[in-house]
């Protein structure tokens, strides 16, 4: 009887453990249980199918153009800003920007054409926008700045002779530096009144 009692004490303190081994493993393998593979992004499948899914490459800019065929890309601007109309030997207008951020020296000359230039002198570099502009006697529009007295032809941007002129103070000292031509750029009036300048100047 004494070791039917031992064995049976035995079996329930057996029990026990096995009862409370269940309860720390069993929860332990749940937690490591091994998850299902992630769904592949629809973005790939859609790519497979052809690029759904992605942002579309934005489409290439096309370049400003008009009816004449002027387009940006080849360096044509139009000078919006203009007054019109432009009457021959009229004043000169600044207006647009050039490669160098300074506006175009714009006016229509006395044979009707509209011509546009640097707008600062070829020697002191003074604005000409309100210098006055004569029609030489070779028939030459010149303008003359009126700071160091310098002479340009105004459609072309080439050097004229001069002798004198300019501000009496410090006109002469002035024309001591060197004097070099306007730059002249390709200008394109259009039938409806709209002016172009090519922002290249012509080459020298």
């Not at 749940?30 to 899914?53: D, H, N, R, T, V």
């Not at 506006?103 to 640097?118: D, E, I």
């Not at 004097?179 to 080459?203: H, M, T, W």
């Amino acid at each position: 009887p004494m070791k039917h009692g031992r064995h049976v004490r035995r079996t329930k303190m057996w029990w026990s453990w096995l009862v409370v081994l269940a309860a720390v493993v069993v929860p332990s393998i749940e937690g490591f249980a091994i998850a299902p593979p992630a769904k592949q992004a629809s973005s790939s499948l859609a790519a497979a199918k052809g690029g759904g899914g992605f942002a579309a490459k934005p489409a290439r800019k096309k370049a400003k153009s008009t009816a004449a065929g002027l387009s940006s890309e080849n360096g044509w601007v139009e000078l919006a800003e203009l007054r019109l109309p432009l009457v021959p030997g009229g004043p000169s207008q600044a207006v647009g920007r050039s490669v160098s951020g300074k506006p175009f020296l714009v006016r229509r000359s006395t044979a009707g054409q509209v011509v546009a230039t640097s707008v600062s002198c070829g020697r002191c570099e003074y604005p000409l926008v309100k210098s006055e502009v004569r029609r030489a006697a070779d028939g030459v529009d010149e303008i003359e700045c009126e700071m160091c007295g310098s002479k340009f032809d105004s459609s072309t941007g080439n050097v004229r002779d001069a002798a004198g002129g300019g501000n009496f103070l410090v006109g002469g000292l002035l024309r001591s530096k060197p004097q070099y031509p306007l730059l002249a750029f390709p200008v394109k009036e259009l039938e409806d009144g709209r002016v172009f300048v090519n922002i290249e100047p012509y080459s020298r």
